[in-house]
């Protein structure tokens, strides 16, 4: 293997929302026991990406800092809110051109839906989904996510380095620590760190390339009146079936008259971050997935 294609540099970050704790103890964690993280072939850092918000036990203190990455917003002076001007800093230090590059990002998350243990990848970046495929093969309950053709991930912490691979896990409420949960994600992470050890080393183990990936669709509003107020709730049958089939016909909403709302499309989904507690502020009741199988090359 070519050397300038090995990874020099791994950045570890949590508190991008400042109430997902798992991510924010798990970097106190490793500064703390940093040979937890070490590994010979490259050199991994950590950051705490939002610590207002963290110190504040909110999401964000101005705006979603995941949603401040776009490259012609980092461009933009004249954007200054705490989150626009953290996302400055954090692309001048860990960015491809900034003053300590990573090569690649792996973002800490936590969900109020039921997702499970969820890698979040680009559908673009071989590397990451040649990683997620790993840890799916480690680890077959892991679900790997892709953002599909929506550019979403253009707006996040991850995109400034060259590869970026998000961990969701869930359900855990807002502002708590969940161990069960914190552990999986460490798990995930030495998982991550082995693999890019073997990568540079020329030494990643045999497996099938083959790989199910959730891929983004389209996100789904709760129905509302003329005034913008929700009218229903998500449906009973619906709560906590993350990753499950819902087919045409399928109850999605209950009004809170007591009707049901069945999902009208013309093709089974799987919908994922059902009932996302941070999400209601985005109009987001749920985001719908297509099931693929796909090969990494």
């Known amino acids: 293997m070519k050397s300038d294609n090995k990874l020099s540099r791994v950045l570890i970050v949590g508190g991008t929302h400042g109430n997902e704790f798992t991510g924010v103890y798990l970097i106190k964690k490793f500064e703390q026991f940093p040979q937890l993280i070490n590994r010979s072939s490259f050199e991994t850092l950590t950051l ?5 918000a ?18 012609e917003n980092l461009e933009d002076l004249t954007l200054s809110s705490y989150e626009d001007l953290r996302a400055k800093e954090i ?26 243990i969820t890698i979040i990848v680009d559908n673009d970046q071989q590397l990451s989904l040649q990683l997620a495929a790993y840890l799916n093969h480690i680890n077959p309950s892991v679900k790997v996510c892709s953002h599909g053709n929506s550019g979403q991930g253009r707006n996040f912490l991850m995109s400034v380095s060259r590869f970026g691979i998000g961990i969701e896990v869930g359900s855990v409420p807002q502002g708590v620590l969940n161990a069960e949960f914190l552990l999986k994600t460490e798990a995930m992470i030495n ?18 390339n083959n790989l199910i990936c959730y891929e983004y669709i389209e996100k789904i509003d709760y129905p509302r009146n003329e005034q913008g107020e929700i009218q229903a709730m998500i449906h009973p049958h619906l709560q906590f079936k993350d990753y499950e089939v819902l087919h045409p016909g399928d109850p999605m909403f209950l009004t809170f ?14 919908p994922i971050f059902i009932n996302e507690a941070a999400y209601y502020e985005k109009g987001t009741a749920m985001c719908f997935t297509e099931k693929r199988m796909i090969t990494v090359e």
């Open 48 to 52: 705490l990406a939002n610590p207002q």
């Open 54 to 71: 963290f110190t504040a036990v909110r999401r964000y203190i101005d705006k979603d800092l995941n949603r401040c990455f776009l490259a």
């Open 257 to 270: 008259d007591g009707q049901t709302i069945t999902y009208e499309g013309n093709s089974t989904v799987y």
């Open 191 to 208: 998982a991550i760190l082995d693999y890019v050890q073997m990568y540079n080393q020329g030494e990643v183990p045999y497996f099938s």
């Open 91 to 116: 692309n001048n230090l860990f960015g491809q051109n900034g003053k300590t590059p990573v090569d690649l990002i792996v973002d800490l998350h936590s969900t109020t839906a039921n997702m499970g």
